[in-house]
């Protein structure tokens, strides 16, 4: 365990302690790191294919691991030590993301790939959650680190899509894959030199399928989970707007850099004066 908070619960407090440091900071970089992944696909498939269509559906594949995932590939944080779990997912993105940026790859291919990168980072959310209780052992100050870590989600998000735009625009879209997978491999060794090493796995008493059996007969027996799914079901259908607008930045610029597909709008030829 950690050194003790010695009663403070407040932020100073949670900060106070090294390990959450790291891990705060690991969190922030494969949140950014995560957003710069999206940006930079949908430029690459808008520029291959020239078709928003397209690039808004490569865009909300994105989140079809957060719907398949969790059932998968979360149980992976109670099979195997928890600090574990967190830097193989973290190290398998980055060299996905490497991949994805060579430049002879195809755009279905990339889609693929990034849907696997997602996939890799379901096990380390609740691998870190899990973690919290180990590296903070007062209560207060883990709900306060929990607290932390939630805000800045959002915040990550923010600033992985400023940053994704910046890169993307002052490089290329294969230039700020590379960029993304050392944000990954940062995350990573974040984790495995300051984060200690716990001996922490849940049990496994009942099997994968077993368990999401478990989970949806809990859930069809409440009327209130029930609503809360739908709610969460609904509350997905945000991105439609998000994936729409992605590439309109781009469309408005194509051209302009030479590894676009498009080519410059052609101005209308001067209307020819009738022969008399």
């Not at 269509?53 to 995932?69: E, H, K, N, R």
């Not at 984790?191 to 049990?203: D, K, L, M, N, R």
């Not at 069809?220 to 607008?245: F, M, N, Q």
Request: aromatic share 6%; proline share 8%; glycine share 10%.
């Amino acid at each position: 365990m950690v050194e003790s908070s010695r009663g403070r619960t407040g932020y100073r407090a949670v900060f106070a302690l090294g390990a959450f440091r790291a891990l705060f900071t690991a969190h922030v970089i494969s949140v950014v790191g995560d957003q710069l992944a999206r940006v930079a696909l949908v430029v690459l498939v808008y520029d291959r294919t020239g078709s928003p269509a397209w690039s808004a559906l490569a865009y909300a594949l994105t989140f079809l691991p957060a719907l398949i995932g969790g059932p998968l590939v979360a149980g992976l944080a109670d099979r195997y030590p928890r600090r574990t779990v967190m830097i193989v997912a973290d190290l398998v993105r980055a060299a996905v993301v490497a991949l994805m940026a060579w430049p002879g790859l195809p755009w279905q291919a990339v889609c693929a790939l990034l849907i696997v990168v997602q996939l890799a980072g379901a096990p380390a959310v609740p691998a870190r959650s899990a973690l919290l209780p180990a590296l903070i052992p007062d209560p207060a100050v883990m709900r306060t680190g929990i607290a932390a870590l939630s805000t800045v989600t959002q915040l990550g998000q923010i600033l992985g899509f400023a940053a994704g735009g910046i890169l993307v625009g002052a490089i290329d879209p294969g230039g700020a894959l590379l960029v993304d997978a050392v944000t990954f491999a940062a995350s990573a060794l974040l984790v495995a030199v300051f984060v200690p090493s716990i001996a922490t796995t849940g049990s496994q008493s009942l099997g994968w399928w077993e368990r999401i059996r478990a989970g949806a007969t809990v859930v069809r027996r409440d009327a209130h989970l029930l609503v809360l799914v739908g709610y969460a079901a609904l509350s997905g259908t945000y991105i439609v707007g998000e994936a729409l607008a992605a590439p309109t930045p781009r469309i408005s610029v194509a051209g302009r850099r030479p590894w676009a597909c498009s080519s410059p709008p052609t101005p209308p030829a001067a209307p020819r004066r009738p022969s008399l």
